[in-house]
């Protein structure tokens, strides 16, 4: 009821009934009286935390916030449900705001790691951190940006060397230094330096917990997709909730992976912290584990020390089960939507599941940092610089053709595989001798390969994944995609040939006035109609002639861009860009080498090495 008609129904009601509204409107006013009294009352701990949350903090704050719900009770009223996060007190400082021009580089020591650091970015006393050196600035950036473009501005980034302490501050990034003052270098997986940045995390994590916020530490090389937060919410009570390398699902839905059928390694690139005691302990005692002895790795120490005790489960619900000392509640993360390089890349399992991938974490991968790269460019969720989209002497794309038996026919073995990948390679070495001689770069066509790639044997997929066959491979499961990307030398090599993913012309960050710039060119019968021999107007369709030489293309193309090239250099280089196959069961070595020229070898077959001798690649 309005007060509008509340006061239309009093002064049109009959005077026996007038005493009755008066008392009515007497004790509203009376009661609302009390109650702004109370909720404006400093004595009141009610007061503040209402006030706080009803007063919009940001244009995009309403009162149907989460922090706030105002619901009909059972009684018609309005029951007011009080926030369960700590209230935020301000707002945080906008990230990408850089300082302003003309301003100073403040001393290193103001950007030390205090309580008060983290705290200007905490918010529902939650902060989320990742940590890196200046070789991973762009991976950085691309999970910053994620982040603060699903709306999560509560985060920190750990600086392992001044470098790019400096340039996250001028990029308005929050930034704090760890201290390290390490190479700026990549250093490579696997490598002590690599050992030692792990060991920065388990310190890190072990510092920031006594500050009493929750911690969400992720690697530089996940890429974020959806909010985490209020996922990470729904377990109030676990200590730790850590991602997995589980590669079968165990769940079909979003709820936390069965702990009893995980049998992959509990993954320390994504793990969610609370403060309390046992989770406390636990970074305690990893700290020291790995203090200790330099030759433990830090993922293998945390997955020891969780499984010292693991069950019973903690209720019938959740998914949480006892771990570490049997008082630490541990949850797995579901390895569907919190995914791996294999169960995004390859099985694709959120898909076929019909969920929402929350993150991706660039694991499973053979080829370094660049194949990390390469498999988020793929994905179109990599945030490179506008010059990545243009290049001097233009691109270069063409249009696979595959025949449909090679893709489905026969079962899906070692010889079905390597026929179907051999014929791509073929298509694929001609293209690059072509971007070589005209001097462009390839953008390189969708792989399908029939048989899973991974670091030991296999029946080609593994059991109970979701991969489907055939499949649209990584790149690094067949290219060395490190190599094709190094500088190396032309003098022995010839000059480079530069690459982009498959996806590049679909990615919505391509500039239209590249991708616009078309010249389509088709292969035809030489001597037949409308077989040209030169361009004449290069913005319509070119038919050129099959089987034409270096000469030819050199001759035709030469309007657009002259480059001298030789076969021997070319051979030379291409042969250094496919990988192997890993791996045959039950023979030592087990892997098999791609030859990017196998139709030189008569009758050859996908065999792996018989003899020590034979264990190298074909170059």
């Known amino acids: 009821m309005s007060w509008r008609n509340l006061f239309k129904d009093v002064t049109n009601s009959k005077p026996l009934f007038l005493s009755v509204y008066a008392a009515v409107l007497i004790g509203i006013i009376f009661s609302a009286v009390y109650v702004f009294s109370a909720v404006y009352s400093p004595d009141s ?22 922090s706030l719900r105002l619901g009909r009770g059972g009684g018609g009223g309005v029951s007011v449900m009080a926030p369960t996060s700590q209230p935020q007190i301000g707002k945080l400082k906008p990230i990408w705001k850089a300082p302003p021009p003309g301003s100073k580089m403040p001393p290193l020591e103001t950007f030390r790691l205090t309580k008060e650091l983290v705290q200007e970015r905490v918010k529902d006393n939650v902060i989320v951190a990742t940590f890196g050196n200046y070789a991973f600035m762009d991976f950085i950036l691309t999970w910053v940006k994620h ?5 999560v501005e509560n985060l920190l980034v750990g600086a392992l060397d001044t470098k790019l302490l400096e340039a996250l501050y001028w990029k308005g990034v929050p930034v704090f230094d760890m201290g390290s003052h390490m190479s700026t270098i990549d250093v490579g997986w696997g490598s002590p330096t690599f050992h030692k940045m792990g060991r920065e995390k388990v310190m890190l994590v072990d510092s920031m917990l006594p500050f009493g916020y929750e911690l969400l530490m992720c690697d530089t090389d996940t890429v974020w997709l ?25 769940v079909t839905d979003d709820r936390l992976d069965d702990w009893q059928q995980v049998g992959g390694a509990y993954n320390i690139g994504i793990f969610h912290w609370r403060p309390t005691d046992s989770a406390k302990k636990l970074a305690t005692e990893w700290k020291e584990m790995l203090t200790a002895d330099d030759n433990i790795w830090d993922q293998n120490a945390f997955n020891d020390l969780l499984h010292r005790q693991l ?10 089960v006892y771990a570490y000392d049997g008082s630490l509640k541990l949850g797995l993360l579901p390895a569907s939507i919190f995914c791996s390089g294999h169960t995004y890349f390859v099985q694709a399992m959120y898909r076929q599941l019909r969920l929402e991938p929350y993150v991706v974490h660039t694991t499973f991968q053979y080829a370094g940092t660049e194949g990390k790269r390469h498999r988020l460019r793929e994905a179109m969720i990599f945030y490179d610089p506008p010059e990545y989209y243009d290049s001097p002497g233009g691109f270069l794309t063409f249009k696979p053709s595959i025949p449909k038996s090679l893709l489905l026919d026969g079962e899906h073995s070692l010889q079905t595989h390597f026929t179907l990948v051999n014929y791509q390679i073929k298509q694929i070495r ?8 005209l001097d462009r770069t390839l953008v390189m066509p969708p792989l399908w390969c029939r048989l899973d790639r991974l670091w030991f044997p296999h029946p080609g997929v593994l059991e109970g994944s979701m991969t489907r066959q055939p499949f649209i491979c990584p790149l690094d499961h067949v290219f060395e995609v490190h190599t094709m990307l190094k500088a190396l030398p032309v003098e022995e090599f010839g000059p480079g040939i530069g690459i982009r993913e498959y996806s ?11 991708k616009d710039s078309w010249l389509d060119v088709q292969l035809c019968q030489e001597g037949s109609k409308n077989c040209q021999s030169n361009i004449t107007n290069t913005g319509a369709v070119l038919r050129f002639p099959r089987h034409s030489n270096e000469e030819k293309l050199k001759a035709v193309f030469s309007p657009l861009k002259d480059v001298k090239t030789t076969e021997e250099k070319f051979r030379k280089r291409v042969k250094r860009y496919v990988g192997i196959w890993c791996c045959v069961d039950k023979h030592e070595p087990g892997h098999i080498y791609y030859d990017m020229y196998w139709d030189e070898t008569p009758d050859w077959k996908p065999l792996p090495p018989q003899t020590p001798e034979d264990d190298h690649p074909h170059w």
Not at 45 to 58: D, F, G, N, R
Not at 430 to 437: E, N, V
């Open 45 to 66: 701990a009610l007061s503040w935390t209402l006030y706080q949350h009803v007063a919009p903090s940001s244009p995009n704050q309403t009162l149907d916030s989460p």
């Open 147 to 151: 982040l603060t473009d699903l709306g």
């Open 311 to 320: 069950g019973p489960p903690v209720d019938d619900e959740s998914g949480l």
């Open 430 to 437: 001609t293209a690059l001798a072509i971007a070589s001689i």
């Open 226 to 250: 959806k909010n985490p937060l209020p996922y990470l919410a729904r377990y109030p009570e676990a200590d730790v909730l850590t991602s997995t390398d589980q590669v079968t699902p165990t």
């Open 504 to 514: 590049f012309f679909d990615n919505p960050m391509m500039p239209a006035q590249v």
